[in-house]
């Protein structure tokens, strides 16, 4: 089976520019959520897409939305980057009731300077 | 309000020790899911179990068991004769039905295994 892919893997912005971060989701994944990881601190939900509609959103601002298209892929975008926006992104898709739970992406690290 | 408390933050070991992550979660659910997930270095989390809430066995993989107690709200997970490529940081989360199963995560433990 195929995995999570996020891109890029690395990224530089610049405080107060907008970014879009990528995932391409196992093939049949209806479900997709996004997480924020700090260094050194478990990851935090972002929110979650089923079926191209956002189900569940954690205690972020407005400024992160995403998106979540038919060909399984999904797009997170943060705009007015803050320097505490610097972290690991991480992208887990799953199958509604799959016993397993989400698949995870390698993630894409998000440097703001 | 979910939780999830790992409060070890970091733990070493000499290779072929046994080694006990502690997790402690909050839940007001009454169906939810407890899951454990391996980082390595490479930043991928792995996953390990997954646990629902009306099932409370015990279970075993290999070096991995894990002890699931609802009566103290803990989903410990040892390493049995552990080896230098476990070391990893291990993060204990929690689903809730009532929240769209949406796994929040406790801050994770370092584990880091010494030949």
């Known amino acids: 089976e195929t995995g999570v892919t996020q891109s890029p893997t690395h990224l530089i912005k610049t405080r107060g520019q907008q970014v879009t971060l990528r995932c391409s989701s196992q093939?049949?994944?209806?479900?997709v959520s996004w997480y924020q990881q700090a260094l050194g601190q478990g990851p935090q939900f972002i929110f979650q897409?089923?079926?191209?509609?956002?189900?569940g959103r954690g205690n972020f601002p407005p400024r992160f939305s995403g998106l979540q298209f038919p060909n399984y892929s999904s797009e997170l975008n943060v705009n007015a980057l803050e320097l505490d926006d610097s972290a690991l992104y991480l992208c887990?898709?799953?199958?509604?009731?799959?016993?397993?739970?989400?698949?995870f992406g390698s993630g894409t690290r998000l440097t703001v300077v | 309000a979910q939780k999830v408390t790992q409060a070890q933050t970091e733990i070493s070991v000499v290779e072929k020790e046994d080694v006990t992550l502690d997790c402690v979660y909050e839940t007001r659910d009454t169906t939810y899911y407890l899951f454990w997930y391996k980082q390595p270095p490479s930043g991928e989390l792995v996953f390990l179990i997954r646990r629902n809430s009306f099932d409370e066995q015990n279970e075993i993989s290999g070096r991995y068991s894990w002890n699931f107690q609802k009566s103290t709200s803990s989903f410990n997970f040892t390493i049995t004769a552990s080896q230098v490529v476990d070391s990893a940081v291990y993060f204990c989360a929690l689903s809730e039905r009532g929240n769209n199963n949406d796994m929040r995560f406790g801050a994770g433990t370092r584990l880091t295994v010494k030949p």
């Open positions: 897409y089923y079926r191209e509609e956002e189900n």
């Open positions: 093939s049949g994944h209806n479900t």
């Open positions: 887990a898709s799953r199958l509604l009731g799959q016993p397993k739970g989400y698949t």
